[in-house]
């Protein structure tokens, strides 16, 4: 008898030597074990596991102490990449809260779709995003408003200059009327020395509503079970583990920790008494060079568009690489010339993976001693993949189909979503990923195209119905499709076919709206009008003519 694969309630016997039931369990583990090792480094801050572990019990303390907040409440953080970050995450759960994780460059729109759907009902937000939260507070069930400044754990000299650096010279914050928000510096001290009330909570019980979206364009929130991540940290560690190789030493981590790539990576170097620096703003290519300069890394964790934008600056081949023994690439599909370049400027080849959002993320990953640089690598263990062709059977090895996965990190499901849920899901309870896969005879995976009509600019995903229904909403618009266009430095950007009867209406002022309404990478790069639109007889837009009709064009 086949023994079943554990779900999203339940962490494999086999990988859990440690007992884990939560995550908190699992930073307990970290925070004994490794208590005077570095865990965390941002703009020259580091805290190291013993200071992780009382910050985040003070300000789990708080929000037991100082807010009405219960058991299963959720809380988004809406942080760059600071040293707040993993302290008020670790303190949300050990309050036996859920952690709602909330991009740091939406608009107030999408602020306020994600806080209204997830039901949040307290915010940590940094203060250059607090003007944005403002407009649509009182649109949300949000009562509990915490502020931080990039400064605001370190020493008092240091802390005024970065703040003010920030403020005044960056410009960075625009000013606020929020009367009521709370210093999270003040917050993260009060209780210093006391440790929060233990609430029970089990794996089957939601960490994280992690945001993804849809072809549907509506945005929607992965219940993420401590079982699904604690699953999921376990499964890449006995990936990623080499005897006598310590790739955890010093990980260079510029990807977003609301990103759950590198969220659940984070985690697992904490798991494994790891360092992470975190990079808040990798966009600055000079500025992260030049940090870069001040490490010996270990690892690298990035995406195919940034090897791109660090290989092609004229210093980057200055930075001492002799330590790399790891860089890790998901997020978006590794091209081979980027692999290429990388191993030629570092020495390190590009290990590849895969995964989702609705499954913690991954999926595949290649084996550090037998990578297969274009493949996605083998499935996870306690994983299980079908590829299944158009007739719903499982097709050939080297046959293109479907991937479709079940383990204990694929999610619970979307929150409040129970149709979407079930129409993602095959009858016997594979996760139906909307991705176009092969497998070749030895179980190595490639993703050779996707299902959905989803576009992904710089490993974000970026959703066609979001921004039609944005462009719609122009008074001069009839009506419009979106599509994803090949990009070299972004590997796909968005294009969108407009239909006016205003002769007058710009490409620029198409633009303009959406930068109003949509984060940046979101807002179309190309913009071209079109008497009409190509659609099938029932009326929907064929977007496939679209795509097809500007590849012709290109």
């Not at 490794?34 to 020259?44: C, D, L, M, N, V």
């Not at 985040?56 to 299963?72: C, I, K, M, R």
């Not at 499954?359 to 306690?382: D, E, K």
């Not at 029932?538 to 679209?546: A, S």
Request: with cysteine; aromatic share 8%.
């Amino acid at each position: 008898m086949v023994q079943p694969l554990p779900t999203a309630d339940s962490i494999p016997d086999e990988l859990n030597d440690y007992g884990f039931q939560t995550i908190p369990d699992v930073l307990a583990y970290a925070c004994s074990q490794f208590r005077e090792k570095p865990a965390y480094t941002s703009f020259g801050r580091t805290i190291d596991y013993e200071e992780l572990d009382r910050l985040s019990a003070a300000f789990a303390v708080y929000l037991q102490q100082e807010t009405d907040l219960q058991p299963g409440d959720r809380v988004a953080i809406q942080l760059p990449n600071l040293i707040q970050y993993p302290i008020v995450l670790f303190g949300i759960l050990r309050a036996g809260l859920v952690v709602v994780n909330t991009n740091p460059l939406y608009t107030s729109a999408e602020m306020e779709h994600q806080f209204c759907d997830s039901g949040a009902k307290a915010l940590i937000i940094h203060k250059s995003m607090a003007h944005n939260a403002e407009k649509i507070l009182d649109k949300t069930q949000i009562q509990h408003l915490f502020v931080t400044q990039v400064g605001d754990l370190h020493d008092f000299i240091k802390r005024n200059l970065l703040n003010a650096a920030v403020k005044y010279l960056k410009k960075m914050e625009p000013d606020y009327n929020l009367p009521n928000a709370i210093p999270l510096r003040a917050a993260l001290y009060k209780y210093q020395g006391q440790l929060p009330a233990v609430v029970k909570r089990t794996p089957a019980d939601t960490a994280v509503l992690q945001y993804t979206g849809g072809t549907t364009g509506v945005s929607k929130g992965a219940v993420l079970t401590h079982a699904n991540l604690i699953a999921n940290m376990l499964q890449a560690k006995e990936r990623l583990t080499v005897p006598g190789v310590d790739w955890t030493e010093t990980v260079i981590s510029p990807l977003p920790l609301y990103h759950i790539y590198a969220f659940t990576v984070a985690q697992v170097v904490s798991l494994l008494g790891g360092h992470s620096v975190l990079i808040p703003n990798p966009r600055d290519i000079p500025g992260f060079v030049k940090e870069l300069g001040r490490w010996r890394m270990s690892t690298f964790i990035g995406l195919n568009t940034l090897f791109i934008a660090l290989c092609n600056h004229e210093k980057f081949r200055d930075v001492d690489f002799s330590n790399l023994k790891f860089t890790a690439s998901g997020g978006m599909a590794l091209n081979l010339a980027t692999a290429e370049q990388w191993k030629a400027e570092t020495g390190c080849e590009i290990i590849e993976g895969y995964g989702l959002t609705e499954t913690s993320p991954a999926v595949c990953f290649n084996p550090p001693s037998q990578n297969r640089v274009g493949t996605i690598g083998l499935p996870m263990t306690h994983t299980d993949i079908r590829i299944i062709g158009t007739d719903g059977q499982d097709v050939a090895p080297g046959e293109a189909g479907e991937l479709c996965v079940k383990g204990p990190q694929v999610m619970k499901g979307y929150w409040q979503r129970e149709r979407e849920t079930r129409s993602s899901f095959t009858e016997d309870g594979y996760f139906i990923t909307g991705d176009i896969a092969t497998v070749d005879e030895e179980g190595y995976y490639r993703i050779v195209d996707r299902a959905k009509d989803m576009i992904i600019v710089s490993g974000f995903n970026v959703y066609p119905n979001e921004i039609e229904d944005v462009i719609t909403q122009h008074p001069d618009v009839i009506e419009c499709a979106a599509i994803g266009i090949p990009d070299t430095k972004a590997g796909e950007s968005v294009k969108v076919f407009v239909v006016s009867e205003n002769a007058e209406l710009s490409r620029e002022q198409i633009r303009d709206w959406c930068k109003d309404k949509l984060t940046r990478y979101k807002v179309p790069k190309q913009v071209e009008f079109a008497s009409e639109l190509p659609k099938s007889n029932v009326g929907k837009v064929l977007r496939r003519m679209l795509k097809d009709d500007s590849s012709t064009a290109a």
